[in-house]
């Protein structure tokens, strides 16, 4: 059974071997599989209630999927079908978003507010959706209010085909590490702390898979490992605001994989990991047989938080050594880390041909963006903003009023210019939407004037992230981006008083989400969208408006426009 579980084994076979595997995986999981003539789908039902929680030792209202904190790992396959219909048993709205997967041509199951509207309290919803030509390591969490601080979130891998090599050896397991933040006030309580206005502050302390060792002997191992082997471990930060510093007791880790792309096989001792963000690395068990701790500390915080989980190795005799790895000091270290990043170019990707094949340093930039963001209070309660507009949600989702036509009746596009106002210290009120161009290749720069680091995800894309530094951008800076091997990925991190750069190609039609990592700036305002429409209005570019799909706002009762016909 256990040489069955391991879905990420790669040995070569026939294709009817191929399906025999994964088809003994999903019924050991727990899912349905249902083979078509084209590729696989996975079922999966989720109940989404309240439960009690405590990753800190104190009883918190937290939220639960089929009874589990963290929520259930998603084991899936490059272009697997997954199908995950969900059940929202809470007294208010609910909504999870996919965070990493692409959702080619098929923004309607982000599953965000500008495209979804939220599911209602005792009512269901059915996301479709497929990891077309994509691997690695993400995670699933809410975006409805500040549910995603007690949960809702879980794993989400998505493996290579067998018959696509990739760069290293088989491990002996592949575990999933999910370490975050956490208020032991609760959601509801962390919401109203914001509605008047005021800041969350800094958190209570931190958990790894939603537990913390106490370090009395009796924990429970969080992952087991022979001696000898090597074993792949997918670290992922869902927290809501602090970037986390891991590492493993007396064992150094390899990179093997960060957020969708295989890297150069660098070893680190302990890795930054920023809201948002997942890395995969291999730890192979060449210490003496016994326990050993996980460590996750918090990064750029006037006060350090630790917490520890067990790794036990089978057969094992005596506990875990009481003297922690220290954890690095501050950003320079981190931004120093982030320049050893590099994307893997010989290896291949979700389809067989060399990942370094897309020559993006060669392509001509037809628009660049530089988005500031600020704090600022707004009749006397704190906003965060870009370029000078802070966010509102609207009653109507965005994606829902573009397709039906009623746009100009729910926002304006571009309603922050591309560059900073000279006086960024003035904030409106507004959604924002950027009106992209179809396959235009853009170069967006983060810009952070604060004291606090920032962290940035966008929706339905990969970017190659080509430049950070300190201080303020300017153009001669573009000699210094990586424009040959910048690891393709989705979320950056902008340390204080510096800026980050990316560049993408915006191919992927859709009305796509821009968010700070950093919930309570999330939540209070620092996110836009970007419309991507295809002037054909053609099926080849973008999927019509799924049966079944939830409407509210003003679209709610309209009659559906016509589909794309080709």
């Known amino acids: 059974m256990e040489e069955w579980k391991r879905g990420f084994r790669r040995k070569k076979g026939s294709e009817m071997a191929r399906v025999l595997l994964i088809a003994m995986l999903f019924l050991w999981a727990g899912s349905i599989l249902m083979v078509q003539g084209g590729d696989p789908t996975l079922f999966f039902e989720w109940n989404v209630t309240y439960g009690t929680i405590a990753p800190l030792g104190v009883p918190v209202k937290g939220i639960l999927i089929n009874g589990q904190f963290p929520g259930p790992n998603i084991n899936s396959t490059t272009n697997n079908n997954i199908v995950i219909n969900v059940f929202n048993n809470l007294d208010e709205p609910f909504l999870a978003t996919w965070n990493g997967v692409q959702h080619r041509k098929n923004s309607w199951q982000d599953g965000v507010l500008g495209t979804n509207c939220p599911i209602p309290p005792g009512k269901n919803f059915t996301y479709k959706f497929q990891v077309k030509d994509q691997i690695g390591s993400y995670m699933y969490y809410p975006v409805t209010a500040m549910h995603k601080a007690v949960g809702g979130f879980g794993g989400l891998r998505v493996n290579s085909r067998l018959l696509i090599p990739v760069p290293y050896a088989d491990p002996a397991d592949d575990y999933t590490l999910l370490v975050g933040d956490f208020f032991n006030k609760g959601h509801t309580s962390l919401k109203k702390i914001l509605d008047s206005g005021r800041n969350l502050g800094r958190c209570d302390g931190v958990h790894l898979n939603g537990k913390v060792a106490k370090g009395d002997g009796k924990d429970e191992p969080l992952f087991t490992m022979e001696a000898g082997k090597t074993y792949k471990y997918r ?60 460590v996750a500390s918090t990064r750029f915080t006037k006060r350090e938080v630790t917490a520890t989980g067990i790794i036990r190795y089978k057969n094992g005799k005596g506990a875990a050594s009481s003297e922690l790895p220290p954890p690095p000091v501050g950003w320079a270290w981190s931004l120093n880390q982030f320049r050893t990043f590099r994307w893997n170019l010989t290896s291949n990707a979700a389809r067989p041909n060399p990942q370094g094949s897309y020559k993006y340093g060669s392509i001509n930039i037809t628009r660049t963006i530089r988005l500031a963001n600020t704090a600022q209070r707004v009749d006397g ?186």
């Open 381 to 566: 309660k704190l906003r965060y903003a870009l370029n000078g507009v802070s966010y509102v949600e609207p009653t109507t989702p965005l994606k829902l009023a573009e397709y039906y036509g009623v746009a100009d009746k729910v926002f304006k596009y571009d309603t922050i210019p591309d560059e900073p106002p000279s006086d960024n210290t003035k904030v409106t009120l507004a959604p924002i939407v950027l009106n992209m161009t179809h396959r235009n290749f853009v170069e967006i720069i983060f810009e952070n004037h604060e004291t606090a680091i920032q962290s940035y995800h966008l929706s339905g894309y990969s970017f190659f992230a080509v430049g950070m530094d300190v201080g303020k951008w300017s153009p001669e800076k573009r000699m210094n981006y990586n424009l040959l091997d910048a690891v393709s990925r989705h979320t950056i991190q902008v340390f204080p008083n510096s800026w980050s750069a990316i560049l993408l190609t915006f191919d992927n039609c859709g009305m796509w989400n821009l968010r700070s990592e950093i919930w309570d700036r999330h939540y209070l305002g620092q996110q836009l969208y970007a419309s991507v429409i295809s002037p054909n209005r053609s099926l080849k570019d973008e999927y019509n408006l799924p049966e079944g799909v939830l409407t509210c706002g003003i679209v709610q009762g309209m009659p559906r426009p016509p589909p794309f016909s080709s």
């Open 235 to 294: 670290i992922c930060n869902t927290g809501i605001k602090t970037s986390l510093n891991v590492r493993f007791q007396g064992h150094t880790m390899k990179l093997v994989e960060m957020e969708g792309s295989h890297t150069m096989q660098n070893d680190y001792d302990s890795l930054d990991v920023h809201v948002g963000q997942c890395f995969s690395v291999l730890v192979t068990a060449n210490q003496e047989p016994r326990d050993y701790y996980v």
